[in-house]
């Protein structure tokens, strides 16, 4: 197959938000204990924190990550992950039938974030509570000090304020399993009246409002439109949650999913701006995509599907620990290219979940770490997406498949750095079994050469299902795209069948 790409340095999108390379910790499964946090391992440091992962973290490089839930924050009582770890209560967490010990808390999450070297995004339970438990978190974690909450966290240890810029009001609470669910107007009233209260206590926070839990839900824009009516003026972002799946083996409709990616945040920009218009707001209100990932929530009967699980009560039960092929990477590859497209309005975006919980990097309690075949297309996007997103025009091949009719058989997105004079193309080959000839032309860029091109794709031996297991954590990673080069002002080079490239200019 063939395909065509052209990028015109006059034709740009938006600078690239840093905040697109988010991740997500929920106290879910083993993402915090024994992933991020296991007291005893030998990688442990003093605090517990397991230094095997956070080089991994580090490594893979997300910019924000989004705490404590997730399900689980909306049965939430901060206050009991702050103070000595002896007298925390240990409580029931319904979200996830587990028993919550509550040895790790807002203080060794940011303390742990600050040795990641990533932006706390932290949610309030708007499912169980309301206002007076969200105002007084902000004080207890932003304020200076000389109040009640503030004196609280100085006594907890923390002479200075965490300084929490991005903050969630609750989660999914549009959808029936949540703590708390509520109708539109019921969370639209409540999330406009905590966000007004907690600018009240630091006027420089940023507010993301619920929106839906994916675009089948049944209030699916009514939803946004709703919430948006009320709380406008007080916040400054609307979530999205996206989980995605193959289904009978039909990977070609599996592979087109950022088709129908690309489709969801069009619709929420849509609805977002229609309220905007409606409202006669001068205020843009954009997109925080907090939850999205490949996660088989059906077809899998193992021992870490919920339904199995809940019939005990656990400490840190194994959760959806999926474990991630050639075939998931590629698709996750094309999600990071469908974010990155729409970063004129999808300002912040969260890989979920971080650590073991269908995520990019697993951990063994008491043994070892190692990376998913996820963990490289996010590596790479987030370390060399920088400065402005470039217009991507593509001519391609198509791809006949179930659910999205005909799709380009490759799925692009771009970048170009001006202080650098870098340029970074980021393509999926969606095909299963042709190579695609790949031309780049590159508008306006002048004596640009190749520095790099590698790409993911199925290894030596291995076909679409193969995945880095514990026994063989490297089988797949970034290979050298060979043949790779640049003619007369264009990228030429191959894609094989099956894979997310990477190529670099400059
Ligand atoms: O990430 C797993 C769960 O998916 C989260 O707790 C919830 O918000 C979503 O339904």
Redesign the pocket.
Known sequence: THARITIDRDFTIADVPRRLFGS?V?H?GRCVYTGIFEPGHPQADERGFRKDVLALVREMGPTVVRYP????VSGYRWEDGIGPAADRPVRIDG??HTIETNAFGLHEFVDWAREADVEVMEAVNLGTRGVEAARALVEYANHPGGTHWSDLRRRNGAADPFDIKLWCLG??LD?P?QIGHKTAHEYGRLAQEAAKAMKLVDDSIELVAVGS?GRSMPTFGSWEHTVLTHAYDEVDYISM?A?YQEHDGDAESFLAEAVEMDAFIDGVVATIDAVRAAGKHTKQVDISFD?W?V?YQSGLDTDDQPHRVSKTWREHPRL?EDTYSVTDAVVVGTFLNSLLRHGDRVKIANQ??LVN??APIRSEEGGSAWRQTSFWPFERMARLARGRILQTAVSASQITTKRYGDVDAVDAAATWDEESGRVVVFVANRSLVDASDLTVDLHGFSDLRLLKAETLTIPEGGDRHTANLEAAPDAVHMVPLTAAEVVDGAVRATLPALSWSVIELG
């Open positions: 997500f929920e879910m839930g997730g399900n689980f979200a996830w989660n999914e959808g399993w839990s949650h989980y939850e990932n996660w959806i979920a979940q919980v269908i």
